[in-house]
Nanobody, 113 residues
Framework: QVQFVESGGGLVQPGGSLSLSCAAS??????MGWYRQAPEKQRELVAR???????NYADSVKGRFTISRDNPKNIVYLQMNSLKPEDTAAYYC?????????WGQGTQVTVSS
C-alpha cells in the first residue's frame, strides 16, 4: 500500500515562504491534494492536482500557494508564499478523495512573528 512522507514544514514569519514535499512509496494513480488541519478544526483540502496537472485551490490560499507533482518520482510539492498566521496547521498529502491511502505523519507549518 502506498504511504506518504511529508516534509519541509517549519517556523516562518508572516509574509515568508515554505516549500513542502510529499514523497509516495509507490505510483499514485489518482488526483492528489494537500490538506491541512489546525488545532480544533477539521482537516481541509487546500490544493488539488490531477494526474494530468490541472490544479484547484481553496479560496483562502489562491494566488499564494502552488501545487505541482512529479509523476515519475512520485512526489507532490506545495509552494507556499505570502504566508499568514492563519496558515498555521499540520499539512498532509493524500489522494483526492482521501479514500485509497492511509494518512502520513504530516509536517507542521507555524507562521508567527
Amino acid at each position: 500500500q502506498v504511504q506518504f512522507v511529508e516534509s519541509g514544514g517549519g517556523l516562518v514569519q508572516p509574509g515568508g515562504s515554505l516549500s513542502l514535499s510529499c514523497a509516495a512509496s509507490g505510483t499514485i494513480m489518482y488526483a492528489m491534494g494537500w490538506y491541512r488541519q489546525a488545532p480544533e478544526k477539521q482537516r481541509e483540502l487546500v490544493a488539488r492536482i490531477s494526474r494530468g496537472g490541472s490544479t484547484n485551490y481553496a479560496d483562502s490560499v489562491k494566488g499564494r500557494f502552488t501545487i505541482s507533482r512529479d509523476n515519475p518520482k512520485n512526489i507532490v510539492y506545495l509552494q507556499m508564499n505570502s504566508l499568514k498566521p492563519e496558515d498555521t496547521a499540520a499539512y498532509y498529502c493524500n489522494a483526492d478523495p482521501p479514500s485509497y491511502y492511509p494518512w502520513g505523519q504530516g509536517t507542521q507549518v507555524t507562521v508567527s512573528s
